[in-house]
């Protein structure tokens, strides 16, 4: 507790500026699973979005302090009606914000004003650690911010619980986003309960029966549950959204526009059907 106590002092920021740092330079170095063109311009958009994550967190993460304190103070959620020990407390805290963020993160795939925010992050030809940056600022404070709130009413959740599980899914994003090859021994190890980067992958996918699967942040162990795993090998998996693909809608002025633009979504699972039939 007193190491997570002085690893969570430190500001997040920062760990997350130095992670970019290392990876960013080791998808550089080392053989890519994806191939990459206009790096630098890619970078660049990707990283105006945590410039406007930045400057909006000073804003919601004050909002959120406010209110699990405030949820504490009543004791509401039903830890408080539990005994347990602080530390199943807190690993079961972990996995019911990841519970709860796998149910937004469905909903965000089916409901189609908040699609029209969560397609930012799925709009990306080309991943690299960058593209952990790439979301829209409505849905980052406003949906999956929310989320963090609810889960704490829910299931009586604390700050301390919270900044644990934004760091480890902080440092997932990254890995998960990362452009480098990952051995497919870890899929089948710690891939039956943790989401590793070839798993997130798949959910990256421009085919949408791929797109809608493995929501989960940290614990795939959600979508085997809920029925909405999915494998594919990774070298197989085309990035993006379809109707995004042109070069004008990869822009972050383009993307911070697009939820009020009327994109219509290509049903990529029909097109391969097509594709497949023998002429
Ligand atoms: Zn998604
Ligand atoms: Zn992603």
Redesign the pocket.
């Known amino acids: 507790m007193e190491f997570l106590n002085s690893l969570l002092a430190i500001d997040s920021n920062f760990i997350l500026i130095g992670l970019m740092v290392v990876f960013y330079s080791l998808e550089q170095l080392i053989s890519n699973q994806f191939k990459f063109s206009k790096r630098p311009q890619h970078l660049f958009q990707n990283s105006l979005f945590y410039v406007v994550f930045f400057l909006g967190n000073i804003l919601w993460s004050s909002i959120t302090v406010f209110s699990i304190e405030w949820l504490n103070n009543q004791q509401i959620g039903l830890f408080y009606l539990l005994q347990l020990p602080p530390w199943l407390k807190l690993i079961l805290g972990i996995a019911m914000f990841d519970l709860v963020s796998y149910w937004f993160h469905r909903l965000s795939h089916v409901v189609p004003l908040l699609w029209r925010f969560h397609r930012v ?2 709009s990306d030809t080309s ?1 690299d650690s960058s ?2 940056f790439r979301a829209h600022p409505f849905e980052t404070f406003l949906w999956f911010g929310s989320s963090s709130i609810l889960a704490a009413a829910i299931f009586g959740l604390d700050l301390f619980t919270l900044g644990l599980y934004l760091f480890i899914t902080m440092v997932f ?1 990254v890995l ?2 990362s452009n480098l090859r990952f051995p497919k021994w870890i899929d089948k190890s710690i891939g039956f309960v943790i989401t590793t980067p070839n798993l ?1 992958k798949v ?2 996918e421009q085919d949408q029966h791929y797109t809608d699967s493995n929501f989960a942040d940290i614990f795939i162990l959600w979508d085997r549950l809920f029925g909405t795993f999915k494998r594919k090998p990774v070298e197989e998996i085309k990035l993006g959204l379809k109707e995004f693909d042109e070069a004008e809608k990869q822009t972050f002025w383009y993307l911070m526009k697009s939820p009020f633009i009327d994109v219509k979504r290509i049903n990529t699972e029909e097109l391969h059907k097509i594709e497949q039939k023998p002429s």
């Open positions: 992050h799925h991943m593209t952990n994003f998960q986003h997130h959910h990256h």
